[in-house]
């Protein structure tokens, strides 16, 4: 069974680190490109940053560019979301979704109607 698991959420202090990983079982990730997604409390869920299935692309939503970095390790079927200078707001369920039509730019993310998955999320809580 083709399965999306994040882990690596946690409480973290304003301006502390976090590293987000996702890990897919059932199928491997190297055809797939990921999305980071998070949903704040009472709040839509928005795109965060996404990887291009050959690595080539990424994109990061302008509240989190120079701060958060995606990266994926085909060999360990994992990618990975580094958070850094973490910040209040970043607090919310962090989702990746792994898609194969998927168009990557530094400027956008646009998933096309293709087979994807969603993991079911990990909590990120930034507070004093």
């Known amino acids: 069974q083709e399965q999306l698991v994040e882990s690596g959420g946690g409480l973290v202090q304003p301006g502390g680190s976090l590293r987000l990983s996702c890990a897919a079982s059932g199928f491997t990730l190297d055809s797939y490109a990921i999305g980071w997604f998070r949903q704040a409390p009472g709040k839509e869920r928005e795109g965060v940053s996404c990887?291009?299935?050959?690595?080539?692309?990424?994109y990061y939503a302008d509240s989190v560019k120079g701060r958060f970095t995606v990266s994926r390790d085909n060999a360990k079927n994992t990618v990975y979301l580094q958070m850094n200078s973490l910040k209040p707001e970043d607090t919310a369920v962090y989702y990746c979704r792994a898609g194969v039509e998927v168009i990557v730019t530094a400027r956008s993310c646009a998933y096309g109607n293709g087979v994807d998955y969603w993991g079911k999320g990990t909590l990120v809580t930034v507070s004093s």
């Open positions: 990887i291009s299935s050959s690595d080539s692309s990424k």
